[in-house]
């Protein structure tokens, strides 16, 4: 069993940074792919990027691709996803999720944090 708990989101103006934190619990927290997505309000939920337990495989949906930045760090079980250059269409919430592979986490992600809110004004 993996909780995750997300938080680092807010309100911006388009232009700034935001980073978003997710901590994980669970011995085995450190072998599961991570990944964010995001979903506006009468929208689809998006995966914004995926890392895999490595590190070595990570990606990044075409629209945040040279504005976002996902990493993680296994000595703290935490996963960060860096938003710079945020525009008002990046506003939605946003969802920290985990599953054994980062193929299975594009599917149907096993976990999921309660997800933190990101709002980017114009």
């Known amino acids: 069993q993996v909780q995750l708990v997300e938080s680092g989101g807010g309100s911006v103006q388009a232009g700034g940074s935001l980073r978003l934190s997710c901590v994980g619990s669970?011995?085995?927290?450190?072998?599961?792919?991570m990944g964010w997505f995001r979903q506006a309000p009468g929208k689809e939920r998006e995966l914004v990027a995926r890392?895999?337990?490595?590190?070595?495989?990570?990606d990044y949906t075409d629209s945040v691709k040279g504005r976002f930045t996902i990493s993680r760090d296994s000595g703290k079980n935490t996963a960060y996803l860096q938003m710079n250059s945020l525009k008002p269409e990046d506003s939605a919430m946003y969802y920290c999720?985990?599953?054994?592979?980062?193929?299975?986490?594009?599917?149907?992600?096993?976990?999921w944090g309660q997800g933190t809110q990101v709002t980017v004004s114009s």
């Open positions: 999720a985990a599953d054994s592979t980062c193929r299975a986490l594009r599917i149907k992600s096993k976990y």
């Open positions: 890392m895999s337990a490595s590190g070595n495989f990570f």
């Open positions: 669970g011995s085995t927290y450190s072998k599961y792919c």
